[in-house]
Every structure is written in C-alpha cells, then in structure tokens.
C-alpha cells in the first residue's frame, strides 16, 4: 500500500491550443483584446501543409507562454450552438470588478456576456463571456481568492489561467478518471447545475466539468492541435505516463512516436473518456522553438 501512486499529481495547468478556421483572423482578436504577444508559427512548411502535423501560431498569454491557435479544417461555427460550447478557458483579470473588462469588450464591438450573480462560496465572483471569431467562448473571471501574480500588458490586466471548462457526459467517470489519472481534488466547487469543480492543487487552478448529452464536436472533430495541456513535476510524470490510459498513437513505423517537433522530451498526447484532447508535461523552463523531425527530414516531399 506504501507504494500506492495517490501522491502523483499534475499541478498545474500549463496552457491551451484552440482551434480555428483562419489564424489571421483570430490573432486579432487574441492580441487586440487579450493582450496575446506572438510566439512562433509551428509547422509552417510541407507537412504542415499536408496537415500531417498541426499548424499553430503559439503566444504568451497571461503569463502564459505556448498558449495557441490550431488550423483546422472542420468548419467551425463563429456563433456556439450552446452556452459554454466546447472547451472555454478562463482568465483570472487583476482588477476589483469586470467592468473596465466589459467595457473594452464593447469598444471593441465583441459578443460579451457578464455575470456577476455568483453565490459568496464560489471560488469564481465575476464572469466576463466574450467569442472568439472561430465561435470559442473565451471567460475573463475575478477569484476570490485572487492570484498575487503582476499581470502581463495588455488592454485588460490578465494574471493567469484560472481555469478551464470542458464538457463530458457523465460526472461520475469524470470525478473518477481525473482524479485517479492526474491526482486533481475535489476542493470548493463553481455552482452551477450538473457541473463538478475539479482543482489542481497546487496552483488552486479549477477544472470545471459541465455535463452535456454530447460533447461538441468543436472539442472531439478538432483533435489535430487543440489541447488542454497540464504539467507536473518529474519525479510524478512517469506515473502519470501510465495511468493515463488514452494516449494517442501515429502513424508510420513507430505509432508512439509523435510526428512532429515538440520542445520537451517528455510529454505525451491522449484522450479523457469524453474525447476532450489533454497533453501531460514536466513543469520547466522550456526554449520555446520549433524545429524539424530528423527522421522527416529526408523526405523528398518537404
Ligand atoms: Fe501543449
């Protein structure tokens, strides 16, 4: 029993990729209203092309370096078929209130929506909706129990990721699978009806799960680039690495192999049982670059 894995845990969530039909368009939007600073444009070349491999522009964001946007050739709808549609990432704004946030969303003429009926036990005070122009519903939040981190320039103060929300069909396997693969606690939940708050721990980053009949198919059609990704520590990632039990596989000779270029050795790709695209990592100062794959770069097509 000594050797039980309870003690691994993912600590924090690191950053996201969301899909898009046209990057142009939607780096506008990232950069003129949340403050995004470009990175890289990943996968710019043949295999790119092919959509071999993913093609994503990567910025920093909210402090957060390697958040991005993925090409996607599903079409996506610039209007969410729901409230909440798909994966919504939240963004803790360093301010008293989301009025400043909503009136900058207004100037600049975005679809936004703010609630701030949250009850006094929600880890969450104040909500700022706003859409993306490929339909991703992006959250702007106040926390109650507020980050210290100076928030990075921008037209509004973002801090950090807060959070994220993701959709899945039953609650239960969901409490069950985060909990026993990536060690997240059940700690102070958002209320909100058929919804679970996962945390984790160590960085107090929510992970909020709404249960739908059908998770859309903006999250599980766009599996090439779009990704949750949550990191931990070293010693904890090769016990994570085995219990996360829906790792994605390749194609060509060695199927667990990734095909593409990814700055950190050790880190993987895969599923939860709803088919929300999650990648684990080490927690590191990471160069942030791109590169070929060796075993690619003979081939005559590139
Ligand atoms: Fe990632």
């Given at each position: 029993m000594q050797n039980e894995p309870t003690e691994a845990s993912l600590e924090r969530i690191d950053h996201g990729v969301l899909p898009s039909n046209d990057l142009g368009r939607a780096y506008r939007f990232w950069s003129s209203f949340m403050g995004a600073r470009l990175g890289f444009h990943a996968n710019l070349n043949g295999r790119g092309l092919n959509r071999e491999v993913p093609m994503i522009i990567f910025f920093t964001i909210a402090n957060h370096s390697g958040f991005g946007l993925a090409l996607q050739d599903f079409r996506l709808s610039p209007t969410p078929a729901r409230k909440l549609e798909g994966v919504v990432w939240g963004f803790e704004v360093a301010a008293e209130n989301l009025l400043a946030a909503a009136d900058e969303a207004e100037k600049q003429k975005l679809r936004w929506e703010r609630i701030a009926a949250y009850p006094a036990s929600s880890p969450i005070k104040e909500s700022l909706f706003v859409i993306d122009p490929d339909g991703n519903t992006v959250e702007l939040c106040i926390r109650s129990d507020p980050s210290e981190r100076a928030p990075q320039q921008g037209p509004v103060p973002l801090r950090r990721i807060s959070h994220v929300r993701i959709e899945a069909?039953?609650?239960?396997?969901?409490?069950?699978?985060?909990?026993?693969?990536?060690?997240?606690?059940?700690?102070?939940?958002?209320?909100?009806?058929?919804?679970?708050?996962?945390?984790?721990?160590?960085?107090?980053?929510?992970?909020?799960?709404?249960?739908?009949?059908?998770?859309?198919?903006?999250?599980?059609?766009?599996?090439?680039?779009?990704?949750?990704?949550?990191?931990?520590?070293?010693?904890?990632?090769?016990?994570?690495?085995?219990?996360?039990?829906?790792?994605?596989t390749y194609w060509g000779p060695d199927?667990?192999?990734?095909?593409?270029?990814?700055?950190?050795?050790?880190?993987?790709?895969?599923?939860?049982?709803f088919g929300n695209r999650i990648q684990i990592g080490i927690?590191?100062?990471?160069?942030?670059?791109?590169?070929e794959v060796a075993r690619f770069a003979n081939r005559a097509d590139i």
């Open positions: 069909t039953d609650l239960d396997l969901a409490r069950s699978w985060y909990k026993n693969t990536f060690g997240m606690v059940e700690a102070e939940q958002v209320p909100g009806e058929d919804q679970l708050t996962l945390t984790a721990a160590k960085s107090g980053q929510l992970f909020i799960v709404r249960k739908v009949a059908q998770v859309a198919e903006r999250s599980t059609q766009c599996f090439k680039g779009p990704h949750i990704d949550l990191r931990g520590s070293e010693a904890s990632y090769p016990t994570i690495l085995e219990r996360f039990n829906r790792k994605e199927p667990n192999l990734i095909p593409w270029h990814e700055p950190d050795a050790n880190t993987a790709y895969g599923y939860d049982p927690i590191a100062k990471r160069p942030m670059h791109f590169g």
